[in-house]
């Protein structure tokens, strides 16, 4: 994993950015296309409507990793964590593709002890120090999750993949989809393809339908998807898989998960 998205799965991870849970989580750019270098705003939250921000903020946006076309790092500015969502500036002063990225990583483990339950929730270290080694009754799991949007000022330039965890390479650029048009992604898994894994998108602006509109889709044996964009407007992509390369060896199983935001542009 690149250094600096080690360090926000760690700090992501103890503040606890597992509201993907129970709620959605999503990252919205105020713009992801830009013809000229310039300022974007960033707001995040956690809700079941996607893009509507009437649940809660997502926690730990100060430490978003925005890399830019030539690997550099851009710092946020002017963060702020609300009641319903945390927003942020970027300044975005190079010509090509910045990927946005927030990484969480960590493990979740309970048990018995003098009959009470207990629960905890940290990286690996913290769980050695905090629970016993001979815990009665007990369960552990990792987890490992993405999510990510892009920008791009002027023109596109490639991206490249991480080979950690689960990830999405863009074969049609993320900032070049147009409705009507087809679109085609390749969902990794530690750097191979990833088959049969289910593919879900929503467009934003579900309160406004009678009908959520998922579009579902399937990878195949190459980890690819392909999809037709019916309608302009911002998609909300997830994709989850479960593995055993865990690194903590009381753990049975790795929950991994990819979530990124797109938008579609009219023709």
């Known amino acids: 994993m690149q250094k600096g998205l080690k360090f926000v799965a760690a700090v992501v991870a103890s503040l606890g950015l597992q509201q993907a849970?129970?709620?959605?989580?999503?990252?919205?750019?105020?713009?992801?296309?830009?013809s000229k270098a310039g300022y974007?705003?960033?707001a995040a939250a956690a809700g079941n409507d996607k893009f509507v921000y009437n649940h809660a903020p997502l926690r730990g946006l100060e430490h978003l990793a925005a890399v830019a076309p030539d690997g550099s790092k851009v710092a946020p500015e002017n963060f702020m964590q609300g009641k319903l969502r945390?927003?942020?500036d970027l300044n975005l002063a190079q010509t090509g593709t910045y990927r946005l990225t927030m990484a969480s990583g960590g493990v979740m483990a309970s048990w018995k002890e003098g009959g009470e339950s207990k629960r905890f929730r940290g990286n690996a270290e913290a769980f050695a120090k905090n629970?016993?080694?001979?815990?009665?009754?007990?369960?552990?799991?990792?987890?490992?999750?993405r999510l990510e949007t892009f920008v791009t000022v002027g023109k596109p330039t490639p991206l490249t993949a991480t080979g950690v965890g689960l990830e999405m390479v863009p074969l049609t650029h993320p900032n070049d989809l147009v409705a009507g048009e087809v679109a085609v992604f390749r969902f990794d898994l530690e750097g191979?393809?990833?088959?049969?894994?289910?593919?879900?998108?929503?467009?934003g602006g579900s309160r406004y339908r009678d009908q959520k509109e998922e579009i579902k889709l399937k990878t195949d044996a190459e980890g690819k998807i392909s999809?037709?964009?019916?309608?302009?407007?911002?998609?909300?992509?997830d994709v989850d898989a479960q593995d055993a390369k865990t690194t903590v060896k009381q753990a049975k199983e790795r929950r991994l998960s990819y979530v990124a935001t797109l938008e579609v542009l009219p023709q």
Do not use: M, N
């Open 86 to 88: 945390s927003v942020l």
């Open 21 to 34: 849970q129970a709620h959605d989580i999503w990252l919205e750019p105020s713009s992801t296309v830009l």
């Open 40 to 42: 974007i705003t960033v």
């Open 227 to 237: 999809v037709k964009w019916p309608q302009p407007g911002l998609y909300w992509l």
């Open 192 to 203: 191979k393809p990833a088959k049969d894994l289910e593919v879900v998108l929503v467009r």
């Open 131 to 145: 629970v016993p080694a001979g815990a009665e009754d007990l369960k552990v799991s990792e987890s490992l999750g």
